[in-house]
């Protein structure tokens, strides 16, 4: 059989449904024809135009999620590279020939990535299903009865639907607020550290619940010009979370302080975590710096390597003494130890793997643009430098993980 050239544009144009095609900026790229003729929008008024421009949400309805729904739904599958097929939502439509007339509408949407030649996700497939006349009630003579009943019965069924779904959405955006109070108070303040330089950042991860899971901590230790700076990351997210991230974030604290060294801090922080609940497969990285030595001692429970950004641009990774997350062993043994060395500008760098991590790709690529991040901007203060870091490392919508980062220039 010959193989014959396929017309994409066509056969875009051709899908049966509204399917549209936006940027990860959210910008329409395209739309088929069905999704013109439905949505009452020519292409010219669609593409290149921000989705929520183009279909505000009703400003009489004080009540509309949809604007909010949909741009989550999408800003997920941009961070994810996962497709997100939504519950079914209701979103207005401006009567494009009546404006300020605003026509109730029902949509049930999927959303799916399209990625580049660089494995990221370059567009977002939007398809929508119209199912307004489903929901609405229909009366008028002729109207089958079981029709009306079915279609009462899915009116009904959505709205109960709906009711739930805004149940559960200020359940969750109240343990949001009370988790971040409970990060807020337990987090240290950049001050404990005295008189060196240094920058720390959580993000929470995108979703209402995912909060709260990673911790850091920065502590004068005694003896010397010497700091603690460690990170560490509970399994689970919520109140939960952060009540158990609050326990070894002041135990290590403590442990720090009358521990020989970071090894013996995580010992002690290891056989403490044997009898937490929810403390399983947690993570954790320890460092001693010592200002009069230029020496960083360090030991790894199972967490990423912190990265030494030397002053001439060489990048070390502190991973010569990684071993088992802090609840691994029935019977711990000594973890281990090491130390490298550094000269005045140095920066170092300690974070959590929401920072790094993406599904579908090595960590290895994460780790890489993290050190490419670190050495660009290692001559901007710390408070800057963390912030670039960011930028260029979390995805536009929020990472699918919580992201905790420290920079100390030493």
């Not at 119209?130 to 009630?137: D, M």
């Not at 807020?184 to 909060?211: D, F, I, K, T």
């Not at 009898?275 to 429970?301: H, K, L, P």
């Not at 993290?370 to 963390?386: F, G, I, M, N, Y």
């Amino acid at each position: 059989m010959k193989e014959t050239a396929i017309d994409y544009e066509a056969v875009f144009q051709a899908l049966p449904g509204m399917v549209a095609l936006l940027t990860s900026e959210l910008l329409y790229a395209d739309a088929n024809e069905d999704f013109q003729r439905l949505s009452g929008r020519t292409r010219d008024q669609l593409v290149g135009r921000y989705i929520f421009d183009v279909f505000p949400e009703n400003p009489n309805d004080p009540t509309a999620t949809g604007m909010r729904d949909v741009r989550a739904s999408m800003l997920r599958v941009v961070a994810t590279g996962e497709r997100d097929t939504m519950a079914l939502q209701r979103y207005d439509v401006e009567d494009p020939m009546r404006p300020g007339q605003w026509e109730e509408r029902y949509w049930s949407p999927i959303n799916a990535p399209v990625r580049g030649p660089d494995g990221k996700v370059e567009f977002v497939l939007h398809r929508v299903e119209e199912v307004t006349e489903l929901i609405r009630l229909r009366g008028g003579a002729g109207s089958d009865s079981r029709a009306r009943v079915l279609e009462a019965e899915l009116y009904t069924r959505a709205r109960e639907l709906q009711e739930v779904n805004d149940r559960l959405r200020q359940a969750h955006a109240r343990e949001r607020e009370v988790a971040l109070a409970l990060q807020e108070a337990m987090l240290p303040a950049r001050r404990q550290v005295g008189n060196h330089r240094a920058a720390v950042r959580y993000r929470p991860a995108v979703g209402s619940l995912n909060v709260c899971g990673d911790w850091y901590d920065l502590i004068d230790l005694v003896g010397g010009n010497r700091i603690g700076v460690s990170v560490g990351d509970v399994v689970g997210h919520g109140l939960a979370a952060a009540g158990v991230m609050g326990q070894l974030r002041s135990a290590l604290s403590a442990s720090s302080r009358v521990a020989d060294g970071p090894a013996q801090a995580l010992d002690v922080l290891g056989r403490y975590a044997h009898v937490v609940d929810g403390a399983e497969s947690a993570t954790a990285v320890t460092t001693f710096i010592d200002f009069d030595d230029r020496t960083i001692a360090y030991s790894s429970a199972g967490h990423p390597p912190p990265v030494l950004v030397h002053a001439d641009g060489r990048v070390e990774f502190l991973d010569k003494a990684t071993d088992t997350p802090l609840d691994a062993r029935p019977d711990p043994i000594p973890r281990p130890q090491a130390a490298t060395t550094y000269a005045d500008g140095a920066t170092l760098a300690l974070y959590t793997d929401g920072l790094i991590e993406r599904r579908r790709e090595d960590i290895d690529t994460g780790l890489s643009r993290l050190a490419e991040s670190l050495v660009r901007h290692r001559t901007a203060d710390p408070e800057t430098l963390a912030d670039a870091v960011l930028l260029e490392l979390l995805p536009p919508g929020g990472a699918t993980d919580d992201t905790a980062l420290i920079i100390v220039r030493l």
